[in-house]
């Protein structure tokens, strides 16, 4: 570039061009503006516009280039030229337009519409669709609609090429009725003008309409789709997960014979992964080389939904090139099926690689430590937060309530919320779930009524789960059944599976389980596992057998190999001293090949998560933990505690069943605390699974012995251990 406009080269010293040099130089300067990437300067162009107006060379070139370096200066040149011949006049602007359609500021297209019209320039076929195709990228609906307006009263409407301009301009400003009215007034409708139309559909979020629109194609049997056509129709398969149509697309494409292009297998791909057809989806992926970036995330996102996270990472890792959607789809693979220590940790990674987050990625992490309940983690986060310039999005302040309470600090969750500049119903649902989940009932009611009456902001299905399960863990009956009527009554919101889980639950709290026998008769459909769970689980409580069994059977009805079921109904024999019937339901549970969903405790120290299973020998200091573990049972049993074997479903003799329920999780997790930060010190253990009633004994021992305070989340609620109380009041 530089040499072409060297001093050599320039106009002021060239000799006057001869007819014979003319092409030459023409070529020269074509090859300029086709094969170069830089533009030439303004004082560059200044020259050349001098030049070529002394030559009475070509315009449009000149055009061509002074857009390329400056819109502006090419809109000038342009206004500036002398008059040509009508005809030549015409060509030249017609050509620009398509130009300035093409070039960074195609806004500037309906300036020379302008221009023409004023100056009395022919506005011909040819000069709308490039000038459609300009107002479309920038949805100038109101400049278009006048250009619509022109073409009818020019009697233009009907040519194919304006029409399919229309069609594009319409469905880009987001009218995508107005567009289609065009297209169906379309006398003949080419592979474009179809292709339009369906991306028209697709960019705005229609994927049945532009499957609906392919069968008509494939009916009309006047075009046949082309490859973009067949990856505009995969694409909406894939976004409306409807697998079945992407199979019939499959199917054409083969029995067509269609040369696979990169960009239609991708497409391919990428429906089978998003319907969850892996199998398929690996077979094509297995087959091309090399495979894109598109095309792995498709993989990783794809096995990531499906929990096979092995899989997704296996392809993760192949990756030569990783972008944000990449890492994103890995990490709100492991955020979302419960392995958030490793969503965590390839977000650090994801930092390291220099790959900057966006709110979804942000939003799968929060989740991920807000599952983990690691509170140094959650506090880091919120910093990185900061400074990421992250605070101001409604959504991920939203999530940091949740997250902070369930890491247990409120007042983490409460800060956040305080220093918000907007919120929303999820905000207060939020804030008023974090209150019930920490057992303040009265605080989340307050909130409650803060937003509805101060704030004017309308409650909808989940601020009523929130506020009934505040009622449930604070023991509020008649407020919950007030707050329950009120729902239809005064919101028009009917009460679903979930609130009448919370009613069940308030009601078995309370210990009126014949109510909430006859609520769940009243229900207006087919109470669910959780309507029967709460049951369940309050006929453990108050040990009774009948009703536990009757709420036990239903559910199992339901959902047959529900471990919770089995435990929590062997769970109301043992504390009936029914040991045969605690037998029953194991062999049963051992007939079905159901096992007890694996237990998992979690600790953080130092910011590092340490993970306990049940019997874990996996850790580093396994054998300190072992021997701390026996000191702590020794020091409770000399001072009255007794295991509680009646929480073990293992076929064990008395001895072996003692030394099972030692070796739980949280308790390992507990010795582990204490080995480490010692007496008089806070605790706090999550744990995946609903505590057992021995281990809820053990922490209250060890509050009061060790005079240390124990916070554990299990997965239903939070107990804080103190001076040998729990928070729950033996009740959960
Ligand atoms: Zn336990
Ligand atoms: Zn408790």
Redesign the pocket.
């Given at each position: 570039m530089e040499t072409v406009f060297s001093n050599a080269l320039l106009p002021s010293r060239l000799p006057l061009p001869t007819q014979t040099l003319k092409p030459n130089l023409l070529s020269s300067f074509t090859s300029i503006t086709t094969t170069t990437t830089t533009s030439p300067t303004l004082p560059q162009l200044k020259q050349l516009h001098a030049y070529f107006l002394r030559n009475a060379l070509d315009r449009s070139l000149l055009l061509k280039l002074a857009l390329s370096s400056s819109v502006d200066y090419a809109l000038s040149v342009f206004f500036s030229s002398p008059t040509l011949p009508t005809h030549t006049h015409t060509l030249l602007s017609n050509q620009f337009l398509k130009q300035i359609s093409r070039c960074a500021a195609p806004d500037k297209a309906f300036l020379v519409y302008a221009h023409m019209r004023t100056d009395g320039v022919a506005v011909e076929e040819f000069s709308l669709p490039p000038l459609l195709k300009a107002l479309a990228r920038v949805s100038a609906f109101w400049e278009g609609r006048e250009v619509h307006g022109f073409a009818v009263r020019m009697g233009l409407e009907s040519d194919a090429f304006i029409q399919t301009g229309l069609v594009g301009f319409y469905a880009a400003c987001g009218q995508i009725s107005d567009a289609r009215m065009v297209f169906d007034r379309m006398r003949h409708r080419d592979a474009v003008a179809w292709s339009v139309m369906m991306d028209g559909y697709s960019n705005s979020g229609l994927h049945d309409d532009v499957l609906r629109l392919f069968e008509e194609m494939m009916c009309s049997e006047v075009e046949e789709p082309d490859e973009v056509i067949l990856a505009t129709v995969l694409s909406a398969c894939s976004r409306s997960r409807n697998l079945d149509s992407g199979k019939v697309i499959h199917s054409y494409i083969s029995k067509r014979n269609f040369a696979l292009d990169s960009h239609l297998q991708s497409a391919l791909i990428t429906m089978y992964a998003n319907c969850g057809s892996m199998d398929q989806a690996n077979r094509l992926f297995d087959k091309i080389s090399p495979k894109s970036l598109v095309t792995s995330t498709a993989m990783v996102s794809g096995y990531s939904k499906l929990g096979k996270l092995k899989a997704a990472r296996a392809i993760f890792d192949q990756m030569h090139e990783k972008d944000l959607v990449a890492w994103s789809a890995m990490i709100a693979g492991y955020a979302e099926s419960d392995h958030p220590n490793e969503a965590l940790k390839l977000f650090k990674e994801m930092q390291v690689s220099g790959i900057r987050p966006d709110q979804v990625t942000m939003l799968s992490v929060i989740s991920a430590c807000a599952h983990l309940g690691a509170l140094e983690q959650a506090k880091w986060i919120h910093i990185f937060i900061d400074k990421n310039g992250f605070s101001d999005i409604l959504s991920v302040s939203n999530a940091l309530i949740d997250m902070y309470a369930k890491c247990g600090s409120l007042d983490g969750a409460c800060h956040v919320f305080d220093n918000m500049s907007r919120r929303n119903v999820i905000s207060w649902t939020s804030m008023i779930t974090a209150l019930a989940m920490h057992g303040n009932g009265e605080s989340a009611l307050g909130r409650f009524e803060q937003m509805k009456r101060v704030e004017g902001v309308e409650p909808n299905g989940v601020t009523f789960v929130g506020v009934l399960y505040a009622c449930s863990h604070a023991k509020l009956v008649d407020k919950g059944r007030q707050i329950f009527a009120s729902m239809t009554k005064e919101y028009n919101i009917t009460p679903k599976q979930e609130h009448y889980g919370c009613m069940v639950d308030l009601l078995g709290r309370a210990n009126l389980l014949n109510e909430a026998v006859k609520l769940i008769e009243t229900m207006p459909f087919e109470p669910n596992v959780v309507v029967w769970g709460s049951l369940l689980g309050a006929c453990r409580v108050y040990g009774n057998i009948e009703l536990g069994e009757l709420a036990a059977r239903r559910l199992l009805e339901i959902d047959p190999n529900h471990d919770g079921a089995y435990v929590l109904l062997s769970n109301i024999y043992a504390k009936a001293n029914r040991w045969g019937d605690v037998g029953e339901v194991r062999k049963l549970m051992k007939n079905k090949g159901i096992t007890k969903e694996r237990?998992c405790s979690w600790i953080e120290l130092n910011g590092e998560i340490h993970e306990f299973a049940?019997g874990d020998q996996t850790h580093s200091r396994a054998d300190d933990i072992y021997q701390k573990l026996d000191e702590i049972a020794r020091e409770l049993k000399s001072v009255g505690y007794a295991p509680n074997i009646g929480?073990v479903l293992v076929d064990l003799e008395e001895e072996e069943k003692k030394e099972a329920?030692l070796l739980?999780?949280?308790?390992l997790a507990v010795a582990f605390g204490l080995l480490n930060v010692g007496k008089g010190s806070h605790i706090q253990i999550v744990?995946n699974l609903r505590?057992?009633?021995?281990?809820?004994s053990?922490m209250k021992w060890v509050s009061k012995v060790f005079d240390s305070e124990i916070v554990v989340r299990d997965r239903t609620r939070f107990h804080r251990y103190r001076d040998g109380e729990c928070s729950c009041k033996d009740f959960w």
């Open positions: 237990g049940m929480s329920i739980h999780g949280e308790k744990k505590i057992c009633e021995d281990c809820h053990f």
